[in-house]
């Protein structure tokens, strides 16, 4: 349990501004021949049954290795999680790089360990040094009248604590932030853990209900103040949430389900990890389940791509380019859409599409047409690092991998994707009296610390919501970015979005605030619209969502059917349960962006649960939930 405003005082006295940013040259990769390296796939984790009554137990530490991105590179040193081999303590399952898949069955609840036996000093501490030392586009810097606080303690260089994204989970398992321990034992101000009698200082013990729909979620670090360096490093990992009732449905499985973990890294010439994100936008090579321009070889049949955006910045707009050129009466290779981050939807042709970091996109790709010697590449043009961005403004990627049809293979018995019967998504309908909140994308000025409402993360929760309820969040985003937005603990769908004039909108929001941020002169949303409500992508209406693209110059509505947390015990364990008040967070997926402070908790109350707490943080009252 969180009690409220849990996540809200400053633990950290900020140290005095200084021009402390680093001052080092930006690293380029050597040329590397593409499409020489296989491309991986992550290996599966071994569950311990026996541990936990009704759940599956699972041991998982953080530990630094080595790995090597492409042949022509060197071994770079690593960080990834490796799980325990109950079968064999001597030869624990993962790569070095990235994380063990953790694949488990809906409803049926897992307990992790996670054990951080990372250093303490971190693979890059130029980047920590220069937060401590106060670099004024790297330090949390809030609007007045807050003060900086630095995000971690002045004895810590390495923290972690890892958050399941997507997942139905308790807040105390959550992986928030301010959850973090250190290698050495040093812990967040609101470091949780169940089983505390069982667990060492560096360790951390999690339960998680997998009351999910049939989807692919994941889990990758959440560091307070340092998520990016930690997930660039390499902690992430998938976490597949399957359905027995899946094995009906005629779609690929086995080898021919292929995760495709979607990244972007620059290299310094012997091949190790160079971080150059405080000098431009994004990365300059495309990695794919850790390794650069891999290859695939594919049967003439139907595969089922899972893919996922674990970039720290990078947007990718992705297509399936066919080569030779002449194969197809078209250039591209149709592909179906059959599930987002929540699971499954009803199947969507499509040539493209956008997707932004942290979402998840089920696709059904068929090379059944294709002659033996074809080859497939899947390429990424017309989306600038920070979509759409200036042209020029970070490393341009063309090209990421490439399939190779090498024959007939076996007979393919799975079904063609306008033939399936998927589970659809019922539309949520708001109600006339259905609450609304805003959250405003605020940036005090040009490449500086953003924020939700011009407040720090680090100020206490405002926004109290009703267990059960459910609500309409109206993202204002005036900047000239889009932005990924993700709430922990629900899924959602994209009601609509809707144009604003997002020049008046900020000179008004900064008159607002330099006025003394009083209610009543809080700018009137309704005001600044330039055109009607447009409705959601194609890819994205009727999907269950915990992330989405929260478009510039634009409002971007969601609607939460339902705020209602898990409160019964996980594997009997005592205190596994949601106690209320719940607090959680919502935040943008631009890893650096997070870190700099754009994030923020809200508070679920409990019935009859309301105690003195008022609701300041809507930014107006108009007036959800994972649909498990």
Known sequence: MLPPGALGAPAYAATARQTGCPDIPVTHTPPLERYVDPLPTPLTAVPDPSAYPGADYYEITMRQDSWRFHRDLGPATVWGYWANNPHDPHKPIGMGYLGPTISVTTDRPTVVKYRNELPTTHLFQFVIDAIRNGCSELTPTPPPPYKPVLPFPPNVNVWNVVHQHGGFTAPQSDGMPMQSFSPDGIHGEHYTTLEPGRVERNEAIYGYTNHDRSCMLWYHDHGMGMTSLNVYAGLAGLWRV???????????????????????????????????????????????????????????????????????????????????????????????????????RAPLQMLNFLISPAERYDLIVDFSQLPVGTNVRLTNYHAPVHYPGMPGEGPEIREIMEFRVTGPGGTDTTRPPKELRLPTVAPVKPKPHTRRRQWVTYQHKLFRTMTFNAMPFEAPSVDFIEEGSSEIWEYINPNHDAHPMHVHLVNFQVLDRQPIDAVEYQADYEKWIDGGRKSEDLPVLENYFTGPPIPPDPDEARSNKDTFKSYPETVTRIIIQEFTPPTRPIASIPGSGTEFPATYIHHCHILEHEDDDLMRPWTILGHGDHGDHGDHGDHGDHGGGHGH
Do not use: C, H
């Open 242 to 344: 399957s359905d027995p009732a899946d094995e009906r449905l005629g779609l690929p499985r086995g080898e021919f389900e292929v995760p495709l973990i979607l990244q972007d890294r620059t290299f310094n010439p012997d091949g190790s990890l160079a971080y150059t994100m405080t000098l431009r936008e994004g990365e300059d090579t495309p990695v794919v389940n850790g390794k650069a321009y891999p290859f695939l070889d594919v049967e003439q049949r139907r595969y089922r791509l899972r893919v996922l955006n674990a970039s720290n910045e990078r947007f990718w707009r992705l297509r399936f380019d066919v080569y030779p050129r002449d194969v197809l009466p078209q250039p591209t290779l149709p592909f179906w859409l059959i599930g987002t981050d929540g699971g499954f």
